[in-house]
């Protein structure tokens, strides 16, 4: 069984930095893209950046030239660097990765997401 193993969130006040982490394991054959999505009280989950297995970045406007996504494919972990934090960053972020994982002859290729973790940012 895939499992994806989040940290790094907490409470921070504005113009301050965190780093999540999200650390994929169990029977993986490859990992394709990585990703952040974020959820905020009343929000729908909105994508904030994503990282193909290319290294190909995409991030969401409101965070472009805050947030860094990145990868380490020897660990099976997607980071996201976040500098110059706001009150707006406020919401639970949740990793998501898609990973192949193989069984006997067989291939399977889906997303796995992380439990969560909760980033508060102070005005």
């Known amino acids: 069984q895939v499992q994806l193993a989040e940290s790094g969130g907490g409470l921070v006040q504005a113009g301050g930095s965190l780093r999540l982490s999200c650390a994929a394991s169990g029977p993986i054959f490859s990992i394709n893209t990585m990703g952040w999505y974020r959820q905020a009280p009343g929000n729908q989950r909105e994508l904030v950046a994503t990282i193909t297995s290319a290294d190909k970045t995409n991030y969401v406007d409101s965070v472009k030239g805050r947030f860094t996504i990145s990868r380490d494919n020897t660990e099976n972990t997607v980071y996201l660097q976040m500098d110059s934090l706001k009150p707006e960053d406020t919401a639970v972020y949740y990793c998501?990765?898609?990973?192949?994982?193989?069984?006997?002859?067989?291939?399977?290729?889906?997303?796995?997401w992380g439990q969560g973790t909760q980033v508060t940012v102070s005005s």
């Open positions: 998501n990765v898609r990973v192949m994982t193989k069984s006997g002859g067989a291939y399977d290729s889906r997303n796995y």
